[in-house]
């Protein structure tokens, strides 16, 4: 028979193996963490339009609003989800109609928009996103932009069933 000789070694390697394992020995299963839904931002739904056309870019161009829309809980990618996208930008503000333009994501959730430069608007340089069809709750997001110079914005959404 092996005796152990208790030393601080093999005290660390035990405390180690039962903190790892548990005390009964059994390993304890992962647990699955689910992806929270996006919420509604303040003041993501000024100036929106319902039913904004798909377009392929918004005006001149020059600025790429671009993310992903992915289901809550396991986080899938969500294909063909309507973003309508709108800012206040070199070219229009925000209230106007061509400053408005809706995108569709694609088979891996993401979706991307060319647009006019977005400048600050209440001295901030922001855009504005909603996800707005029937299968998931209505979101709105309101990125704001490190630098009034960037030329991209992303946002995210993480949708629920309605």
Same mark, same amino acid.
């Given at each position: 028979?092996?005796?152990?000789?208790?030393?601080?070694?093999?005290?660390?390697?035990?405390?180690? $193996?039962?903190?790892?394992? #548990?005390?009964? #020995?059994?390993?304890?299963?992962?647990?699955?963490?689910?992806?929270?839904?996006?919420?509604?931002?303040?003041?993501?739904?000024?100036?929106?339009?319902?039913?904004?056309?798909?377009?392929?870019?918004?005006? #001149?161009?020059?600025?790429?609003?671009? #993310?992903?829309?992915?289901?809550?809980?396991?986080?899938?990618?969500? $294909?063909?989800?309507?973003?309508?996208?709108?800012?206040?930008?070199?070219?229009?503000?925000?209230?106007?109609?061509?400053?408005?333009?809706?995108?569709?994501?694609?088979?891996?959730?993401?979706?991307?928009?060319?647009?006019?430069?977005?400048?600050?608007?209440?001295?901030?340089?922001?855009?504005?996103?909603?996800?707005?069809?029937?299968?998931?709750?209505?979101?709105?997001?309101?990125?704001?932009?490190?630098?009034?110079?960037?030329?991209?914005?992303? $946002?995210?959404?993480?949708?629920?069933? $309605?």
């Amino acid at each position: 028979m092996t005796l152990i000789h208790p030393n601080r070694r093999t005290l660390l390697t035990a405390t180690g $193996a039962a903190l790892v394992t #548990g005390v009964s #020995g059994f390993r304890v299963p992962a647990q699955a963490k689910t992806l929270a839904p996006s919420k509604t931002m303040r003041g993501g739904s000024n100036n929106y339009r319902l039913d904004a056309p798909i377009v392929d870019k918004i005006g #001149g161009g020059g600025f790429w609003m671009s #993310g992903t829309v992915r289901r809550a809980g396991d986080g899938a990618p969500l $294909a063909g989800q309507r973003i309508q996208i709108w800012a206040h930008t070199t070219e229009g503000h925000e209230r106007d109609q061509r400053s408005h333009g809706a995108t569709l994501s694609d088979e891996n959730g993401v979706f991307r928009l060319e647009m006019p430069q977005i400048v600050p608007a209440f001295g901030q340089a922001h855009g504005h996103l909603v996800y707005d069809s029937a299968d998931f709750k209505t979101v709105f997001l309101r990125p704001i932009m490190a630098r009034s110079s960037d030329t991209s914005l992303e $946002a995210h959404f993480v949708l629920e069933p $309605a």
